[in-house]
């Protein structure tokens, strides 16, 4: 454990957020509560105390403070100061800034406390003081500005103590990422999500709302009726807006069955205007839940896009993360795939698994090469705090999960190997080795819809239980909605979830 004492509430997220990127393992408490803090350290002490201290030169009336004959200017500035205590050690940084620049004071905590981690661990992160930015996002909002790469580079590098080879990845998927929303409606456009909730089993490393299909098959149809109620009144409401990506995921789509499915697909087509449409993808993810009559269902309602998610392609490890496929599935998976005709399949990756190393992540990309996919994510594993490696960590003691710049590197030289090239990127809480997930793609079959969720550029209406649609208003405003978590309560109460939408509507429509 760590524990982290503040003077005053202010930036407990960045704090903590940077400490845990150097210190992965272990619980880090931050708080401006002393007493709270003081009683954590005496249930168990602590790998080391950090103290963060704030003093202003502004009083609470509001008046610059005045210096007095033994102060300088310097002690009259704003500054932040870090103090570490360790066992009988102690050591001390302090920054400069002005508190009335949010951002700028901000920047220069983070750039202390980040070298001041970086000595005491002797580790540098690939993405430096960046822990809840999407890194693309700065490179594409600079290139919009008409900044050069060097610009770019030099005030990543400035600001965000970030690695030459993060940030050069940074702009060539912006730059990327540019010419492909060339051709998205931002105005009049809109993507569509549509979310099943049911999956074979729950992954270990899983967060998402999703359910075991084997607990509710008997409420599918329940599901599915509630569902097109939604469908039909989404469809009504933007019969005057372009549909230009749809996304169906999960959970795993291809748990309902073929009946189920083209009854689905067939409500989707039936329901809202195709002409606009630019991609159309279906997340059949498991490799243990797809069939030939299944893919067949999907070819006839003009699917463009899937994905088969191997994870990985060691049987050890798909044993130990809950993934009931075999390695022998994915690739039977996806060959039925390209028989079938299907010519744009997604695999998703993890790398970080437990007890996986250098040697196993190159075995993973040899198998895939093999299959030469035409997109490649690959995934950093983040430990979020409803995951079963979170909640119960003692059921993998002793397996080390492991991420670092070999591995990485390695996955980015065998995607380019298959002409696949990086064309979205973005970054998680607490991800294995601080790197970030990589969407690969070969020429043409990049996933626009994967930009739109991460760009936040074009409204997102998002259907189902536990989705949130994301909405553009006027003027850039992005306006959330959620949509109820639990199946049970979704079915119980689609007509408040429409009602919600109704109201988000009368911002953007």
Not at 287 to 296: A, Q, W
Not at 384 to 409: L, S, T, V
Request: net charge negative; hydrophobic share 35%.
């Amino acid at each position: 454990m760590i524990t982290v004492c503040l003077n005053e509430a202010n930036f407990e997220y960045d704090i903590h957020s940077l400490v845990k990127a150097f210190y992965p393992g272990e619980d880090v408490k931050v708080s401006a509560d002393f007493e709270k803090i003081y009683e954590l350290e005496q249930e168990q002490e602590p790998l080391f105390r950090l103290q963060v201290s704030y003093y202003g030169r502004t009083e609470t009336d509001g008046k610059d403070k005045v210096c007095s004959r033994e102060e300088t200017e310097e002690d009259c500035a704003d500054k932040i100061v870090f103090r570490m205590l360790r066992e009988s050690a102690e050591d001390t940084a302090k920054t400069w800034a002005d508190f009335l620049n949010r951002a700028d004071t901000k920047n220069r905590l983070k750039q202390c406390l980040y070298r001041m981690l970086s000595k005491h661990t002797g580790k540098e992160l690939p993405w430096g003081t960046l822990t809840g930015i999407r890194p693309t996002k700065i490179a594409m909002s600079m290139l919009e500005q008409g900044k050069t790469d060097t610009e770019i580079r030099d005030f990543m590098e400035e600001n965000y103590l970030a690695s030459r080879q993060k940030i050069d990845l940074s702009i060539e998927i912006a730059e990327r990422e540019r010419k492909l929303l060339n051709k998205i409606d931002y105005r009049d456009g809109y993507s569509l999500y549509v979310g099943i909730p049911f999956c074979p089993s729950i992954c270990s490393y899983c967060s998402f709302s999703s359910s075991p299909i084997g607990a509710w098959e008997d409420q599918v149809e329940a599901y599915l009726d509630a569902l097109e109620q939604e469908i039909a009144f989404t469809a009504q409401a933007c019969s005057q807006k372009k549909l230009n990506t749809v996304y169906i995921g999960g959970g795993t789509p291809t748990t309902l069955t073929p009946k189920q499915l083209d009854r689905l697909l067939s409500k989707i087509e039936d329901s809202f205007d195709f002409s606009n449409l630019l991609e159309y993808t279906v997340e059949a993810g498991r490799p243990d839940s797809i069939t030939r009559e299944k893919l067949c269902v999907l070819r006839k309602h003009g699917i463009s896009r899937i994905s088969i998610n191997p994870q990985t392609m060691k049987q050890e490890t798909l044993d130990v993360i809950g993934r009931r496929h075999t390695v022998a599935q994915t690739i039977e998976s996806f060959q039925l795939a390209r028989e079938l005709g299907f010519d744009n399949i997604n695999m998703d990756l993890i790398v970080g698994l437990p007890g996986e190393n250098l040697d196993d992540a190159r075995h993973t990309m040899e198998e895939i090469s093999k299959l030469s996919p035409d997109n490649l994510t690959v995934h950093s594993l983040a430990i979020k705090r409803a995951a079963k490696f979170a909640m119960f960590p003692e059921d993998y003691a002793g397996m080390k999960m492991e991420n670092n710049w070999e591995i990485i590197e390695l996955t980015a030289k065998y995607a380019r190997e298959l002409g696949l090239l990086p064309y979205y990127l973005y970054r998680q809480k607490n991800m294995a080795g601080n790197f970030e997930n990589v969407g690969y793609a070969a020429q043409g079959k990049a996933g626009l819809y994967n930009i739109l969720i991460m760009e936040e550029k074009q409204t997102i209406l998002a259907l189902g239980a536990g989705s949130i649609s994301k909405c553009v208003a006027p003027g850039r405003k992005i306006v959330r909605c959620e949509n109820v978590k639990d199946v049970a309560q979704y079915i119980a109460r689609v007509d408040e979830m429409i009602e919600r939408k109704r109201q988000l509507f009368e911002d953007w429509i």
